[in-house]
């Protein structure tokens, strides 16, 4: 039984000098078969590995990570989490995830550190203004929060924001989702790693899957460099390593592979309470509970896989801070990274069958994943376990790019992530 | 940040460039557009070989002398292994 984290064991432990604590997970030795194995030990396979065993009474599951657990874009991406997306289909995934995470905490017995700090997207010209009411709108017709601010607004909930007559780049307005906010990325994997654990599920980690027993069409199982696992169904949850994956499976997808870089500043006392983002000036920025400015903007335009980009990049979306925000201009930056992103054409991921039978796949999250962590396991942990898609993931199946149905999220959602 | 060489005006920052994805991927003749599946407009369309190691893919020179090339570089390492002219088929690199 795992011990609950709460106020009580925390003195308990500090009494102890923290020699006590359970371990989180174990690292147990693979099993010769698993009902169902995970590729992937990010925030999604972990997710996906926890409501198989919570909501489908599948325990007899393993998470196989090739490095360690959300050493992916897991645990390298901004933490913006929110719903405002334009169409249907994505609003009510989006907003699944959303509720999701208004419980996390408390489902998973570990602080994701989730606040809901609100979520402002600027519009700088007025072709910005008529976009952004239309997304608006629409996005209040699906039941969702979201609200126009004016510039008057804005000025008082941001004053450093240069909302001036003579600005670089006029604010206009912007749209805000009050419930939007950031979370803790590492204790949404952890959360999720430990609870799926207790539950029975296996997590590996330093096991990379090299290649798949495939049988008349059928999967059996992966090879591991850890050696063979049988497998009756497999998830591949491996974000910007999709199209390998695939490819060891004999198919391709419509999924490229892009690094998209963040940056921190070192910390400075509380000064910006918010999420600001701006699409059209191409930046966005937070502020973590350290004091540290989180900043992040677009992809590099190349294919790539090393975790690495170009400092163009992050030259553009430092001007463009500076731009709108005056007075970070002296502010020194203290780390900086990339992460590999699965981009789709349609910039909407990819949940449910692939071309071999009982292996499934979930991906092309692209920039934005992050927020869809708990959703997106809990719709593909329902995809996997009866085989057919969960009603919110079906828009979302690899056959949509042969039926056209494609759900165009490129700017609809205002900007990636 | 990438050094590309353009055939036309040398090496330049990959500032003066824009990319072009994936290359050698052909659009279907009339005379088979008449007869193709969704599947075979899909894989044309969208799927992708996105691999990891050696990518064949086009740049354009759009801040320069807009010019398009083929360029094969490595995805992981992002050596620049060779640029060749449009129309010319991928280089067999085993031989280099
Ligand atoms: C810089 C940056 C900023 C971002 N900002 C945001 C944001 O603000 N909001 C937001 O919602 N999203 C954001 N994202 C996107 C988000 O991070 C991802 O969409 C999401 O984390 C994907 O989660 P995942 O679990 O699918 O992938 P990952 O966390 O990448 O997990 C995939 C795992 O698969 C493993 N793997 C790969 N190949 C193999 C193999 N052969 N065998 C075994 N394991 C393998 C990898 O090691 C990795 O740990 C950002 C991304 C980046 C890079
Ligand atoms: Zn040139």
């Not at chain 1, 296996?202 to 999967?219: H, M, S, Y």
Request: hydrophobic share 40%; glycine share 10%; aromatic share 8%.
């Amino acid at each position: 039984m795992k011990q609950n984290y709460s106020i009580f064991t925390l003195v308990r432990n500090a009494l102890n000098y923290h020699q006590d604590w359970q371990e989180a997970w174990r690292s147990p030795a693979p099993k010769p078969e698993y009902d169902v194995i995970v590729i992937g030990g990010g925030g999604h396979g972990l997710a996906t590995a926890y409501y198989l065993a919570k909501e489908h009474g599948i325990t007899n599951v393993a998470v196989l990570e090739k490095g360690w657990l959300g050493g992916g874009n897991t645990g390298r991406n901004t933490t913006i989490v929110r719903s405002n997306y334009l169409w249907d289909e994505s609003a009510h995934l989006y907003e699944h995830s959303l509720k999701l995470f208004e419980g996390l905490t408390q489902d998973l017995n570990y602080n994701v550190m989730f606040s809901q700090r609100g979520l402002m997207n600027l519009a700088h010209t007025q072709h910005d203004m008529q976009a952004l009411r239309r997304r608006v709108y629409a996005i209040q017709l699906n039941g969702i929060d979201s609200e126009i601010l004016t510039p008057e607004q804005i000025k008082e909930m941001v004053p450093i924001l240069d909302c001036s007559a003579t600005a670089r780049y006029p604010i206009m307005g912007a749209s805000l989702q009050r419930r939007g906010g950031v979370a803790r990325h590492d204790a949404v994997a952890w959360g999720f790693a430990r609870k799926a654990d207790e539950r029975g599920v296996d997590i590996l980690q330093n096991t990379e899957v090299t290649g798949f027993r495939i049988e008349n069409g059928v999967v059996k199982g992966v090879e591991t460099t850890r050696g063979p696992i049988g497998a009756k169904k497999v998830g591949i949850v491996v974000a910007g390593h999709s199209g390998v994956l695939a490819g060891m499976a004999g198919f391709r997808l419509p999924v490229e592979s892009h690094p998209l870089q963040a940056l921190v500043s070192e910390p400075i006392k509380p000064i910006l309470n918010t999420v600001v983002m701006s699409p059209q000036v191409h930046v966005y920025v937070s502020q973590s509970d350290k004091g540290e400015l989180v900043l992040g903007a677009g992809i590099d335009a190349y294919t790539s896989y090393a975790q690495v980009g170009s400092p163009f990049i992050i030259e553009n979306q430092l001007n463009a801070l500076t731009d709108l925000f005056p007075c970070f201009g002296r502010l020194r930056m203290l780390r900086q990274w990339g992460g590999i992103v699965d981009t789709c054409p349609d910039a909407s991921p990819i949940i449910g069958k692939t071309p071999v039978e009982n292996l499934f796949i979930n991906c092309g999250w692209g920039t934005g994943g992050f927020k869809a962590t708990p959703g997106s396991g809990n719709v593909f942990a329902h995809t996997i376990a009866r085989g057919e898609p969960h009603p919110l993931a079906v828009p979302f199946a690899l056959d949509r790019f042969t039926s056209g149905y494609l759900i165009d999220e490129h700017g609809a959602a205002g900007v990636a992530h | 940040m990438l050094l590309i060489s353009c055939p036309y005006c040398g090496p330049r920052d990959e500032h003066e460039f824009s990319y072009g994805h994936e290359a050698h991927i052909a659009r279907p003749t009339l005379e088979q557009q008449q007869t193709m599946s969704d599947a075979e407009w899909a894989d044309y369309l969208f799927m992708r070989k996105n691999p990891k190691g050696v990518h064949f893919e086009r740049w354009v020179h759009s801040r320069g002398c807009r010019q398009w090339f083929n360029v094969a570089r490595h995805t992981v390492t992002h050596e620049i292994i060779k640029v060749y002219p449009m129309g010319e088929p991928a280089p067999n690199l085993e031989q280099k």
